[in-house]
């Protein structure tokens, strides 16, 4: 058996999203698993070194999950060439400073989303791993749900016929804190503008590949945002004020004329199949999907509504809608990403998600805030 043993260095990897996804959900799935399996007799083994400020965090995180390496010394790893790739979960504004150290390494970069907050240092960040002849590349999950493949199979299939409109619902009830049984459940720097916070730098690059893989590019952004709850409650017990956006209400229009509007808001209840639902409406077929679960009605199951209010609705439209089966075994979204990026390093394979499709991301962001800002329409110019 041919074993390509990888060093990955997985850094701020206990905060949320490092510690559940990046290395529970996906590098110590992979392991357990036995590794990415190339052929019968080679496969992809990732030798993960836990990387921060706080030794005792990183230490107890490494033990718990049987990790054998783990530093506060981040130097030190990038130095030893074992480390082939430099992972980031870390805060967004911490990005580019272990970025810019990674690539004098010589490492190959993946990191998490926003890759910044500002286009200009998105790009620059890419340009920096591609002038150095590095591989790159940036977290899209999404594009990986069990949801979101069924609406890709439903397309690949032709069942919509001509695609008009998407609409995304994101959104629930974050919790202020204020309440004791009632915690917040999300990390308070997500509130905060000036630690990297808000809703459109958070969501806008997500919908930005979504909309890009799934429907076409993104010509125009029409966007309003607010931030509904003044108020807050951190981690500490303390109360802050919220300086960041906590709902946005954008409308995209692509080059090829779909139209794309999407919800996005911490302060709303939920009464709809999922957190995230998106509907998109053909001339032939909707679908409407959840993060697991795609539902479909068919021009010819479509029923005739007519305006009454002075009856109760006839119609239950709920019956009227056909749930898409699983097609394959849907593996955690981070870990097939994981899988095609550690084959892309090691194989040469090609990954399409680079930092410069992190950059387009970040650049729907900033344009969807100048729209917001100078009230009109933006254009998206191509990156
Ligand atoms: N792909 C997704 O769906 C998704 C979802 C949520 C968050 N994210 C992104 O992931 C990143 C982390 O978000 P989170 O929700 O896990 O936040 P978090 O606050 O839980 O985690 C951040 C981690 O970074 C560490 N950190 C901060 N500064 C550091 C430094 N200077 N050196 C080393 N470590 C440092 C913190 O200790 C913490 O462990 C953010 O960029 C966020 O935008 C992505």
């Known amino acids: 058996m041919k074993i390509h043993k990888i060093g990955i260095i997985m850094n701020g990897v206990t905060g949320r999203m490092g510690t559940n996804q990046h290395l529970i959900r996906s590098i110590l799935a992979i392991m357990k698993q036995g590794g990415v399996k190339v052929s019968d007799d080679e496969i992809i083994m990732p030798d993960p070194i836990l990387t921060g400020r706080n030794l005792d965090k990183v230490k107890a995180l490494a033990e718990k999950h049987g990790v054998a390496r783990y530093s506060d010394d981040l ?59 590095l591989k790159n590349g940036v977290v899209q999950d999404k594009l990986w749900l069990p949801g979101m493949r069924k609406i890709q199979m439903l397309k690949e299939q032709g069942f919509f016929g001509e695609i008009m409109s998407v609409r995304g619902e994101f959104g629930y009830w974050v919790f202020e804190g204020f309440v004791g049984d009632q915690q917040a459940q999300r990390p308070s720097w997500n509130y905060r503008a000036e630690d990297g916070g808000g809703m459109v730098v958070d969501m806008h690059c997500h ?53 794309c509007h999407f919800n996005s808001s911490w ?22 999907c959840g993060l697991r679960k795609c539902w479909v009605q068919h021009a010819s199951a479509t029923p005739r509504p007519t305006w009454n209010p002075d009856i109760d609705q006839p119609i239950d439209f709920y019956a009227g809608w056909t749930e898409v089966p699983d097609a394959t075994n849907y593996d955690n979204a981070f870990k097939i990403q994981w899988e095609m990026f550690l084959r892309h390093v090691v194989l040469n394979e090609p990954f399409r998600w680079s930092l410069k499709e992190g950059a387009k991301g970040v650049q729907l962001a900033e344009l969807s805030a100048v729209s917001h800002k100078e009230r009109k329409w933006v254009d998206v110019p191509a990156l």
Request: glycine share 6%; proline share 3%.
């Open 207 to 259: 919908w930005r590949y979504v909309i890009d893989n799934l429907f076409g590019n993104v010509k125009s952004v029409s966007s309003y945002q607010a931030t509904h709850i003044p108020q807050r409650v951190d981690e500490k017990g303390k109360t802050y004020p919220c300086t960041a956006d906590d709902s946005a209400y954008a409308t995209f229009l692509l080059e090829n004329g779909i139209v």
């Open 267 to 288: 302060n709303v209840r939920v009464r709809r199949d999922d957190l995230f639902t998106m509907q998109v409406d053909g001339t032939k077929g909707t679908a409407v």
């Open 75 to 133: 130097d030190k790893a990038l130095a030893d060439p074992a480390n082939q790739i430099f992972f980031d979960s870390s805060g967004t504004l911490q990005r580019a400073g272990f970025i810019e150290k990674a690539v004098k390494a010589k490492k190959a970069i993946y990191c998490e989303k926003p890759t910044a907050v500002e286009t200009k240092e998105a790009m620059r960040l890419y340009k920096l791993c591609a002038d150095a002849g």
